[in-house]
């Protein structure tokens, strides 16, 4: 990492900014929704060990709130783990707001288990990028309608970012 120094500042208080030589997302210029809808989203850990690799399947009535927990560690165990951040948000779904949690749970069940199904029948796992479009094929396909009551509404898939393509963290080839 290159570290970037704030001369003006006292010794005491010198800001040091770490910048990564290699950027291993892309954010898509996609603002998150802040209200109490409810999504079904995608986590990606971009840490370097873990980059395209472990990804985290959840639901909220407030994506927002729920990223920036996840980003502070205090919103589940397997996010709040430091080895394994930062996440960024890869990829939600929207139209929940007209239906119950169950609801949400149902499509984040769905997800999670086509994920952990393909997996079991492959020898390398899905790459993040990949569990993501998995959630965009579940929107489209629209298997879920028999079973969330979405009034009328169709569920809509939303991108906002995607990993680019490092298997290996840069350090480890020195």
Same mark, same amino acid.
């Given at each position: 990492? *290159?570290?970037?120094t704030n001369k003006a500042t006292s010794d005491r208080y010198q800001n040091v900014i770490?910048?990564?030589?290699?950027?291993? $997302? /892309?954010?898509?210029? $996609?603002?998150l929704p802040q209200d109490d809808q409810g999504y079904v989203y995608i986590l990606a850990s971009i840490h370097r060990h873990y980059i395209g690799q472990a990804t985290y399947i959840g639901q909220t009535p407030n994506l927002m709130q729920r990223y920036k927990s996840h980003l502070n560690g205090t919103a589940t165990p397997v996010t709040a783990n430091p080895a394994m951040r930062p996440w960024i948000m890869l990829a939600y779904v929207s139209s929940f707001e007209k239906c119950s949690t169950s609801g949400r749970m149902y499509f984040e069940s769905l997800w999670q288990g086509t994920r952990n199904r393909i997996n079991s029948r492959r020898q390398t796992p899905l790459t993040a990028d990949q569990v993501a479009d998995l959630g965009r *094929?579940?929107?489209?396909?629209?298997?879920?309608?028999?079973?969330?009551?979405?009034?009328?509404?169709?569920?809509?898939?939303? /991108? $906002?970012?995607?990993?680019?393509?490092?298997?290996?963290?840069?350090?480890? *080839?020195?």
């Amino acid at each position: 990492m *290159k570290q970037l120094t704030n001369k003006a500042t006292s010794d005491r208080y010198q800001n040091v900014i770490d910048v990564p030589t290699f950027h291993p $997302c /892309r954010p898509i210029d $996609c603002s998150l929704p802040q209200d109490d809808q409810g999504y079904v989203y995608i986590l990606a850990s971009i840490h370097r060990h873990y980059i395209g690799q472990a990804t985290y399947i959840g639901q909220t009535p407030n994506l927002m709130q729920r990223y920036k927990s996840h980003l502070n560690g205090t919103a589940t165990p397997v996010t709040a783990n430091p080895a394994m951040r930062p996440w960024i948000m890869l990829a939600y779904v929207s139209s929940f707001e007209k239906c119950s949690t169950s609801g949400r749970m149902y499509f984040e069940s769905l997800w999670q288990g086509t994920r952990n199904r393909i997996n079991s029948r492959r020898q390398t796992p899905l790459t993040a990028d990949q569990v993501a479009d998995l959630g965009r *094929k579940l929107v489209s396909e629209r298997s879920y309608l028999n079973s969330i009551d979405l009034q009328d509404k169709k569920l809509v898939f939303h /991108r $906002c970012g995607a990993i680019l393509d490092h298997p290996v963290d840069p350090k480890s *080839k020195a």
